[in-house]
């Protein structure tokens, strides 16, 4: 009676796990390059399900993949990308174009996007052409960029050093944080894809003896919707 038990329970075990391996998600996307250009033309493909799917000329996909599956996005002259699927997540997926004149050829006679687009694109949102949004926070696109900049954590916050002394012997050595030309006390809130570009100043003099701990320069991105400045500026 209990191997009849066993057995029982080790083939609803193997139903389940077949179930479970089984079942399916229909995922829709958009990818795009800089800042909203579509890529039109691009390959999709499930790592697990090995189904397919093509971009339309607006960047839009649908694909029915594995419900823990991984989508591969390639095109010719971009950058590959893997993205995790999420159950009832729609995907935005930005790829980043490789440097030279041949990988913006190659982009273009590829069908991803038209000469048009790509001049618009590069003359206006160039320096949205990054992989900042593959970060997981502020703190780590910093130090990540900077490999002299060190981000320490104390009591469950973060902050960045420039310069690893202290500029007076009773003063802390934290940077200052300047976004968009404003000072900061803060910058936790802020996330990698509202970041336009971001740079150090080693040397924060002609800011004043705020900037002597060095300074952290952000601009955001124009129109990102998702920061309210007047409650995150902290000062």
């Known amino acids: 009676m209990q191997k009849l038990k066993l057995i029982v329970c080790a083939g609803l ?6 179930a479970a391996h089984g079942q399916t998600e229909l995922v829709s996307g958009k990818v795009f ?6 890529i039109a033309n691009l390959k999709i493909k499930a790592k697990k399900s090995g189904e397919t799917a093509v971009t339309d000329e607006l960047g839009n996909f649908t694909i029915k993949c594995d419900a823990k599956d991984k989508l591969v996005f390639q095109a ?5 990308e893997v993205e995790k699927v999420v159950a009832g997540q729609r995907l935005n997926v930005k ?5 030279g004149e041949r990988n913006s050829e190659v982009a273009i006679l590829s069908g991803h996007l038209s000469e048009e687009s790509l001049m618009y694109a590069t003359s206006n949102f160039l320096e949205y052409n990054n992989d900042y949004h593959t970060y997981p926070d502020i703190f780590a696109l910093i130090k990540g960029k900077f490999p002299g900049v060190k981000v320490y954590e104390e009591m469950g916050a973060k902050r960045v050093v420039i310069r690893d002394i202290q500029y007076f012997s ?5 940077a200052l944080y300047l976004v968009d030309g404003v000072i900061w006390q803060d910058i936790s809130i802020l996330t990698p894809m509202e970041i336009k570009s971001v740079n150090v100043m080693k040397d924060g003099a002609p800011i004043g003896f705020r900037g002597a701990n060095g300074v952290v320069l952000i601009t955001t991105v124009d129109d990102y919707g998702k920061v309210d400045f007047d409650n995150k500026k902290g000062q």
């Open 170 to 174: 009773n003063e802390n050595n934290t």
């Open 33 to 38: 390059a800089f800042k909203d250009t579509p």
């Open 13 to 18: 075990m193997f139903l389940i796990s077949v």
């Open 76 to 80: 010719d002259g971009f950058r590959k």
């Open 95 to 99: 790829m980043i174009l490789l440097d």
